[in-house]
């Protein structure tokens, strides 16, 4: 009896407490539940974060490194100390982990669920739909094989329908979240390819749930078919009870949430504890808690800012800090030291084997019945066969219902790993779309055909940037005699590693790059502003949307720009004004992004330092009343900004003065800035022309400047600094106007000092670089790392 009472005081080791009473007391903190649960934390976190680091070069979404790093800590690498195991994660540690693992992972469903839209998906186009469908059913048909193949070597003694089922799910899923954020990567978002993997994934991935709700309830300990029809039927009421009832409940808390106003506290508690009851009530019935969070997501009502607000609140937490404890909890299970032998091996290469070639042949052979190009069909295959999180789930699902052993689970990570790694690398060496579009002429606003049509994108961050650029809009559309006036409104929004970041892509399908949605419903609403001023002028309005990084979209704006034939791209200061007239910062990203555009358009750019153009309000056609002034030192870019103003002079509301400044004999200009004898016939070609245009409108007129020092230039622009607008050229041939350097140079000498509070703070300028194709740098590789 003594040697009984032993080995279960062995076996069964006293449960941890929460918390210590410190190193001082010889105790040891790692014995207690919660001081090993922040270092667990801290670990697995930091260790992930480094990894995702070291991976940014390789353009591997982030769950790759999450994966990698739960795999390192577990016991097919550090783990394999048996001392760092014991310490770190201790087993009886583990039920603490794995629970608060859990719990983020419910929530981070109840996000995934949020961002979701089902009336997208029953939109899906034809194509798109019998693409999933072979995407899914060909490895599908092939996951049945290899179940054979693996329960007649290595896992022999399971059931064989619910192993199956686990096989065919495992195989057959494409992870929509990870697909979006390559394609996002990659800039592959809005093509073709992009838009029908999108929709495919998405269809795959509703599939995949039902898929796995059918796998799980045909595991567990009672061999009864009953059991498995019972729980069926139990998940089919509460989806049931959750679209006639908690639907309701959640569209009122909606509706009571409008637009403006801050979402009552209250209304988000109870969202949050419906999802730990869903969940509840899922786990009761037999199919996972995980499936009554991703049923409350989907439920919640995507209008108004009720849906946002949800994700605003917990996707941080849940998405930086809980997830990756998952994926350390999945990679202390994955033991790849199991894999030995010429059979394990062999098995895992048949994994591999299956669940690619079902993919992509499928994807592949269907894409081209459709008559899509056929390396258009292969890029399309690769993309299809990305994993993710979804096949951790239900592979950790499998292993806790004791369908897959150590064996197989770790094979299925390995496979899954394999596949979504080479997924980036191979789609870049395959698919290269043409980045740019056809040759085109009119790549400036000074032109000698001034009846040709303008085209202009407009890029703007927020709502604070729409007034002033729909007001310069409205002052440079001239009048008939002059060309059309066209211009692209793209929302540049930054694409993060946030969950959120997928419902933007969503907003990017629907109106972004290179393409514009038709259908109003649920689309940006500044972009909204745009269509509403179009309505009222004869300019033509067209949205777009940009999501990338900040370090390359960039590239998303050259392009566009390129394919639309833009002759000017309007850019934000990287600076906005504060009440007390200081100049605040967005961040460094933002002040590279216009840098990296000035050196890479393929057109004209302007840089617009707002200052309330107009005032915080659009301003209506006949309320148009701007002074404008034109520094004119000579040179290509002050011709442009000259060119610019003469345009805007058209508008019967707006004073045009230009100020013509010529050294003093013998004073020096700068030589980088201006280049000699064809300058100068340049720029008396286009005085020429103003001198007239001021002959025939009242409403021009032109100073001339001598001068001998900076202070004559800084006299003669504070004597015009209550102006509404200045136009000029980014590198005027004029010496540094500040005694400090300035930190923008992408606003040349005269733009910073004009820029500067000491100078005004209700003058808007805009700093203007003539396109110039000796000196562009479009033709070069666009991730160029040097900048301006």
């Not at 193949?149 to 990870?178: D, E």
């Not at 499936?291 to 108004?304: L, N, Q, S």
Request: hydrophobic share 45%; with cysteine.
């Amino acid at each position: 009896m003594a040697t009984n009472n032993a080995t279960a005081a062995h076996v069964c080791p006293a449960p941890m407490k929460a918390t210590s009473n410190g190193f001082f007391q010889n105790e040891n903190p790692l014995d207690f539940s919660l001081p090993l649960l922040i270092v667990q934390i801290i670990l697995v976190v930091g260790f992930t974060r480094i990894l995702a680091f070291i991976l940014r070069p390789l353009r591997q979404p982030r769950v790759i490194a999450e994966i990698i790093g739960g795999i390192l800590l577990g016991p097919s690498a550090l783990g394999r100390n048996e001392v760092f195991l014991n310490t770190i994660f201790p087993k009886r540690g583990m039920t603490v982990l794995d629970t608060l693992a859990s719990i983020g992972l419910l929530y981070f469903l109840f996000l995934v669920g949020l961002e979701l839209d089902i009336r997208a998906i029953r939109r899906t186009g034809k194509k798109a739909l019998v693409i999933a469908a072979a995407g899914i059913t060909l490895p599908f048909i092939l996951g049945i094989g290899t179940s054979i193949v693996l329960r007649a070597t290595i896992n022999k003694g399971v059931s064989h329908l619910a192993f199956l089922v686990f096989m065919g799910v495992a195989l057959s899923i494409t992870a929509f979240p990870v697909l979006a954020r390559i394609l996002a990567e990659l800039k592959l978002l809005t093509t073709d390819v992009g838009r029908i993997a999108m929709s495919a994934a998405a269809v795959n991935d509703v599939v995949a749930w039902i898929l796995l709700a059918l796998a799980i309830a045909l595991t567990g300990s009672d061999n009864s078919p009953f059991v498995s029809v019972w729980v069926l039927l139990s998940g089919t009421a509460f989806i049931l009870f959750a679209i006639f009832v908690l639907k309701p409940i959640l569209s009122l808390m909606a509706r009571r949430s409008p637009e403006g106003e801050p979402v009552k506290e209250l209304y988000i508690c109870i969202t949050l504890s419906l999802v730990l009851a869903a969940g509840f009530v899922t786990d009761t019935i037999g199919i996972h808690a995980l499936f009554g969070a991703f049923v409350v997501g989907i439920t919640v009502p995507k209008e108004g800012p009720f849906a946002g607000v949800l994700i605003e609140k917990i996707e941080d937490l849940v998405s930086g800090l809980f997830l990756p404890l998952y994926f350390a909890s999945s990679g202390l299970k994955t033991n790849v030291a199991t894999i030995k032998g010429a059979q394990s091996w062999g098995l895992l290469v048949l994994v591999i084997f299956s669940a690619c070639f079902g993919k992509i042949a499928g994807t592949v052979g269907l894409s081209m019945l459709f008559k899509v190009p056929f390396t258009e069909a292969l890029t399309l295959g690769f993309l299809m066969n990305t994993k993710g999180l979804v096949e951790l789930i239900v592979l950790n699902i499998g292993k806790d219902r004791k369908v897959l052993n150590d064996q197989s689970f770790a094979i299925l990570v390995l496979m899954a790993l394999f596949t979504t790694f080479i997924t980036t690398p191979i789609v870049m060496a395959i698919y290269k779309p043409a980045r740019k579009g056809q040759s085109y002429k009119h790549r400036r606003i000074q032109r000698k055909e001034l009846d040709t049509e303008l085209r202009i994108l407009a890029c703007f961050h927020s709502t604070r940037n729409i007034p002033t650029l729909i007001n310069l809009i409205e002052s440079s559309r001239g009048i008939q005699k002059r060309g059309h006036l066209c211009v692209y409104a793209m929302h540049l929004m930054e694409l993060s590693e946030r969950s959120s970041a997928i419902s933007m892509i969503h907003k990017a399908r629907k109106n972004g790059l290179p393409f514009w949605n038709k259908n109003r419903e649920g689309q940006d609403q500044m972009i909204i502003a745009f269509e509403a001023y179009q309505q009222l002028r004869s300019v033509t309005i067209r949205p777009m949307t940009a999501i990338s990084a900040l370090n390359s979209i960039h590239e998303d704006i050259c392009t566009s720009a390129d394919r639309k034939r833009a002759a000017f791209i309007l850019m934000p200061f990287h600076k906005h004004q504060r009440l007390d007239g200081t100049m605040e910062s967005l961040g460094h990203s933002f002040h590279l992004v216009n840098q990296r555009v000035l050196r890479h358009a393929p057109c004209s750019v302007g840089i617009l330092v707002d200052r309330g153009l107009g005032g915080t309000t659009q301003v209506v056609a006949s309320e148009v009343s701007y002074s404008v002034v034109v520094p004119f030192f000579g040179g290509k870019d002050d011709r442009e900004a000259l060119a610019f103003g003469m345009r805007m002079a058209e508008h019967p509301g707006i004073k045009l003065t230009v100020l013509n400044f010529t050294p003093k004999a013998g004073m020096s200009l700068d030589p980088k800035a201006y280049a000699g004898a064809d300058e100068s016939d340049m720029d008396n070609e286009i005085f020429s022309e103003f001198i007239n245009l001021s002959k025939s409108n009242e409403s021009v007129r032109h100073e001339q400047k001598t001068m001998e020092s900076k202070e004559d230039i800084i006299a003669a622009l504070r004597s015009t600094r209550n102006s509404s607008l200045f136009l000029v050229g980014r590198t005027s041939p004029a010496m540094s106007l500040m005694e400090r350097s300035t930190e923008c140079p992408e606003l040349g000498h005269v733009g910073s000092y004009l820029a500067s509070s000491d100078f005004s703070t209700t003058s808007s300028i805009l700093v203007v670089q003539q396109y110039d194709p000796s000196t562009n740098a479009m033709e070069k590789p666009l991730n160029d790392s040097s900048e301006v």
